[in-house]
């Protein structure tokens, strides 16, 4: 059974920052695209953004230029780092292996099984 832990979140100001981290119980993260979603009250989850098996990543609008994927294999950990956070960022995170798939200019991501708790982040004054 796989499991995965996010943590990281917390209250932070607008313009603030935080690290989120999703650590597996095994190799799945290390070895598998895997995407950052979010889900704010009475909203539909969101993609956020997704990094590759290869290390590529891809960002939604909302999250392009101040959110960063990256991935520390030998701890088998998938990052968020999200900077000059905004009231609109509140949301429960979640990570999510699955599979990316780029056709031209265009790609999009298929969830996998796998969910974790989710961490919240809160972006207020």
């Known amino acids: 059974q796989v499991q995965l832990a996010e943590s990281g979140g917390g209250l932070v100001q607008p313009g603030g920052s935080l690290r989120l981290s999703c650590e597996s119980s095994?190799?799945?993260?290390?070895?598998?695209?895997v995407a950052w979603y979010r889900q704010a009250p009475g909203n539909q989850r969101e993609l956020v953004g997704i990094?590759?098996?290869?290390?590529?990543?891809k960002y939604a609008p909302s999250a392009e230029g101040r959110f960063q994927i990256s991935r520390d294999k030998a701890k088998n950990t998938v990052y968020l780092q999200m900077n000059s956070l905004k009231p609109r960022d509140t949301a429960v995170y979640y990570c999510?292996?699955?599979?990316?798939?780029?056709?031209?200019?265009?790609?999009?991501?298929?969830?996998?099984?796998?969910w974790g708790q989710g961490t919240q982040v809160t972006v207020s004054s």
């Open positions: 999510n292996p699955g599979t990316y798939v780029s056709s031209g200019t265009t790609w999009t991501y298929r969830t996998g099984a796998y």
């Open positions: 990094i590759t098996r290869g290390g590529e990543t």
């Open positions: 095994g190799s799945v993260v290390s070895t598998n695209d």
